[in-house]
């Protein structure tokens, strides 16, 4: 499929050629594009296409806001306000449960590779088992929002788009049914909470984003909007001088509540939005900046939102593996990066730290550097009875203190739980193939 920079050009200048298509445009605009693109549009949506003259002109309308002008005007000057912040919060978390006692040996150990690979699959079936009595009716992912710095400030659960976004990414790895079932039901809920012309936002109080609107345009990619690229003029706009992507994207009249926080160029938002756009030339001077960043060793303290390098390699890679020719300078030094994060054990730290660095190895191809079998081991220990992995630092700020708020983190079972599931695909591939 055509990356959305390239889809709407495609359709304009074939049209423009080919009479018979730009016919068949006009009268079936759906189904032409859906065979052009070889996709499958959203049932419930409508595509009409004019055929502009030089007597006619069409004026198109953008659609109405779904919030209302004093919903707007709230989320707009909301963020100083504490009692506004509570309403994006949903019920409060319970307390994070004790670790699981990681066992000091397993039976898994003398199984041969077909039987430990099977144990690796019955683990990802309980974990789909544990992540589909936690996504709410709407298809949302719930995260929660802790305090790092002072564990004794109330937990809250949270379901911003951006989560799920994140966590389907991961979970698309999976071809067990129920996993796709689950990315369905989100993506639904994805196009919810969609702004046009294709723009996400974490918190309603909060200015959209780059780093919500390219993981979600990646998962809904067939829906009009995104497959005609709508969203991209604006986030192509949203560069600095250096032609790195700022998280932020802030509308003329909007007051720039995020200036007491605001780290622009973040390596994984410039990542993301590389694996969106492609390798386009107006991304060029971004992926230069991520490579030499890599290159040269220079990622600590390069991002505010993500805990360590780990998490910068993983979207790294799935950049490179979704945006190729992109960031192809660094497949030679990738994985050796990757693999100078390990201990003197040879762990890769926690084990969300660990299915991350797994998927990214498997996405450079070189997944074979590291043991399979004790992987997996790991994961099917450090697996919770209903499931579920261990609630684990995310993303989140670890700077910012907003009064009684103080440093903010995001994380839950489920999103541990959707990066242990790839992981473990991920690595009983290597046993079954």
């Not at 719930?142 to 002072?150: D, G, Q």
């Not at 966590?167 to 996993?179: G, I, M, N, P």
């Not at 919500?212 to 709508?230: K, N, Q």
């Not at 100078?340 to 926690?350: A, V, Y």
Request: proline fraction near 6%.
């Amino acid at each position: 499929m055509k990356k959305a920079t390239e889809a709407a050009d495609s359709l304009l200048s074939r049209a423009a050629e080919d009479t018979d298509f730009r016919e068949r445009l006009l009268a079936k605009p759906k189904e032409t594009i859906e065979r052009e693109f070889g996709v499958t549009l959203p049932a419930d949506h409508e595509i009409h296409v004019h055929d502009e003259s030089h007597s006619a002109t069409h004026l198109v309308l953008p659609p109405r806001s779904r919030l209302s002008r004093e919903e707007r005007e709230a989320a707009r000057t909301g963020a100083a306000s504490l009692e506004f912040l509570k309403k994006t919060m949903v019920d409060p978390a319970p307390p994070m449960r004790p670790p699981t006692l990681q066992p000091a040996a397993s039976a898994v150990r003398s199984l041969a590779p077909g039987a430990l690979a099977e144990a690796g699959r019955e683990s990802i079936r309980r974990g789909l088992d544990f992540l589909e009595s936690t996504i709410d009716g709407n298809g949302a992912w719930h995260c929660i929002r802790f305090n790092t710095a002072n564990p004794d400030i109330p937990r809250h659960f949270e379901r911003p788009p951006f989560v799920s976004a994140l966590c389907v990414l991961a979970l698309e790895s999976s071809d067990e049914a129920r996993a796709r079932a689950l990315c369905t039901r989100t993506k639904s809920y994805l196009v919810d909470t969609m702004e046009f012309p294709g723009l996400w936002r974490y918190y309603r109080h909060l200015p959209q984003d780059l780093d919500s609107t390219t993981l979600c345009s990646l998962v809904i990619g067939t829906h009009p909007w995104i497959l005609l690229g709508r969203n991209v003029p604006q986030i192509l706009a949203n560069r600095d001088d250096k032609g790195r992507f700022m998280t932020w994207v802030l509308a003329k009249d909007e007051p720039n509540v995020v200036s007491p926080f605001r780290i622009e160029a973040d390596p994984v938002v410039n990542a993301n939005v590389i694996a969106y756009l492609g390798d386009h030339p107006e991304t060029r001077r971004a992926q230069r900046w991520l490579e030499a960043l890599i290159a040269e060793d220079g990622l600590e303290g390069s991002s505010k939102w993500y805990p360590d390098r780990v998490t910068i390699h993983y979207a790294t890679t799935r950049a490179m593996v979704r945006a190729r020719p992109a960031l192809d300078r660094l497949r030679p030094i990738m994985a050796d990066r990757i693999l100078g994060l390990r201990d003197p054990r040879g762990d890769f730290g926690n084990i969300l730290q660990t299915a991350q660095a797994v998927a990214a190895l498997y996405n450079v191809g070189s997944l074979e550097r590291i043991d399979a079998t004790r992987e997996i081991e790991r994961f099917i220990s450090w697996q919770h009875e209903d499931g579920s992995w261990p609630e684990l630092l995310a993303f989140g700020d670890q700077s910012l203190k907003w009064g009684a708020v103080g440093q903010i983190g995001h994380g839950s079972e489920s999103v541990t739980s959707a990066f242990c599931i790839e992981a473990l695909e991920r690595l009983v591939e290597t046993l079954t193939t």
